[in-house]
């Protein structure tokens, strides 16, 4: 198993851009959710899904937006980049809400 | 806001000590889970205690539960350098619908 990845590792974008975040896992996991790390702080959560064609917002939504299509698929689009959301971001999934959470290796993005 | 809160932020300690963080919460929870996340990396998920439970043993961890603190530390034995890692609890928020991280405490082990 692949578990969970992402693409892309390293992303840089101009202010206005817009760009869509991959994340696929192949455990079967209904679970899945989308945080952003900035420096020396923990996770924040920017949006979730319990299951295909089931999101909602997180602590963090705003300028995002997710879709779940598939079981194994959680894309995340930044509609306008801004400076602000320069972070990394992590994807995870878990079989159910309050299980383990395998997490992706991370997208570093930069908006300037 | 946060849910969990890890104190101390940073510790530093010598290859064969152990190693103890703490997390503080605010409201009830379902469960408290710990990761590890080394420099660059994603995190990985090391322990998980249910609210019912006290104490739970995974090698050289131990954490315990005090849900009348609403506390919960982590307990690293005879650590390594390969320990040193930021370490991360995580639980329910307060309406149930979301698992919520705290800051993170930053553990260097010297060899």
């Known amino acids: 198993n692949a578990g969970v990845t992402q693409t892309p590792k390293f992303q840089v974008l101009k202010t206005g851009q817009s760009m869509t975040l991959q994340c696929a896992q192949d455990m079967n996991h209904e679970y899945m959710s989308w945080y952003r790390q900035d420096p020396g702080m923990g996770l924040r959560l920017i949006h979730y899904?319990?299951?295909?064609?089931?999101?909602d917002q997180g602590e963090v939504p705003n300028g995002y937006n997710v879709s779940r299509s598939t079981t194994e698929d959680f894309p995340l689009r930044l509609l306008s980049a801004a400076p602000s959301q320069t972070s990394v971001y992590f994807c995870?999934?878990?079989?159910?809400?309050?299980?383990?959470?395998?997490f992706g290796p991370g997208t570093r993005l930069t908006v300037l | 806001s946060q849910q969990g809160e890890e104190d101390p932020q940073a510790l530093s300690i010598q290859e064969g000590e152990n190693a103890t963080m703490n997390c503080s919460y605010k409201t009830s929870i379902n469960n408290l889970q710990w990761y590890r996340q080394n420099s660059g990396r994603g995190l990985v998920h090391l322990i998980l205690?249910?609210?019912?439970?006290r104490e739970k043993h995974s090698g050289r961890l131990r954490v315990t539960l005090d849900t009348s603190k609403k506390s919960s530390s982590l307990l690293i034995t005879a650590s390594r350098a390969a320990d040193t890692a930021s370490y991360f609890c995580?639980?329910?928020?307060?309406?149930?619908?979301?698992?919520?991280f705290g800051g993170g405490t930053r553990l260097m082990v010297k060899p």
């Open positions: 995870a999934s878990s079989y159910g809400r309050w299980g383990e959470q395998f």
């Open positions: 205690i249910r609210s019912n439970e």
């Open positions: 995580a639980t329910d928020n307060n309406a149930g619908n979301m698992l919520t």
């Open positions: 899904s319990v299951g295909a064609g089931i999101t």
